[in-house]
């Protein structure tokens, strides 16, 4: 009981602490190079390897996850659609992933915008 004489106004109160509570706190974020993404969207069994990726990696693997073509990351990068390839497979290498489809789904999770 707060101290509070109308029954109504206890009810309300009781209501204003329980929204208080359930209220999301703020999402914990990760740093992958100059990418701030929520933990929650990171799989915990790739963190560690994620934080081994080159600045080259991460680049590729974000434009990847925004659902750009191998051809439009070289072309942005100014670097050949092969050593698009040849990054996408370093990746898969250090994340243990079995191939481009599992990095593209990785990718669309970890930087797909959700805005």
Same mark, same amino acid.
């Given at each position: 009981?707060?101290?509070?004489?109308?029954?109504?106004?206890?009810?309300?109160?009781?209501?204003?602490?329980?929204?208080?509570?359930?209220?999301?706190?703020?999402?914990e974020t990760l740093s992958l190079g100059d990418?701030?993404?929520?933990?929650?969207?990171?799989?915990? !069994?790739?963190? &560690? %390897? =994620? +934080?081994?990726?080159?600045?080259?990696?991460?680049?590729?693997?974000?434009?990847?996850?925004?659902?750009?073509?191998?051809?439009?990351?070289?072309?942005?990068?100014?670097?050949?659609?092969?050593?698009?390839?040849?990054?996408?497979?370093?990746?898969?290498?250090?994340?243990?992933?079995?191939?481009? !489809?599992?990095? &593209? %789904? =990785? +990718?669309?999770?970890?930087?797909?915008?959700?805005?």
């Amino acid at each position: 009981m707060t101290g509070l004489s109308d029954p109504r106004l206890e009810a309300l109160a009781d209501l204003l602490r329980e929204a208080g509570a359930t209220v999301a706190r703020p999402a914990e974020t990760l740093s992958l190079g100059d990418a701030i993404i929520e933990a929650a969207r990171v799989p915990v !069994r790739h963190r &560690a %390897a =994620l +934080a081994k990726l080159t600045p080259m990696e991460l680049t590729c693997l974000r434009f990847l996850g925004w659902g750009r073509s191998n051809a439009d990351i070289g072309a942005l990068l100014v670097i050949s659609e092969n050593t698009v390839r040849v990054h996408f497979g370093n990746i898969c290498r250090k994340l243990e992933l079995d191939g481009m !489809r599992e990095l &593209a %789904a =990785l +990718a669309g999770v970890l930087f797909y915008p959700t805005n």
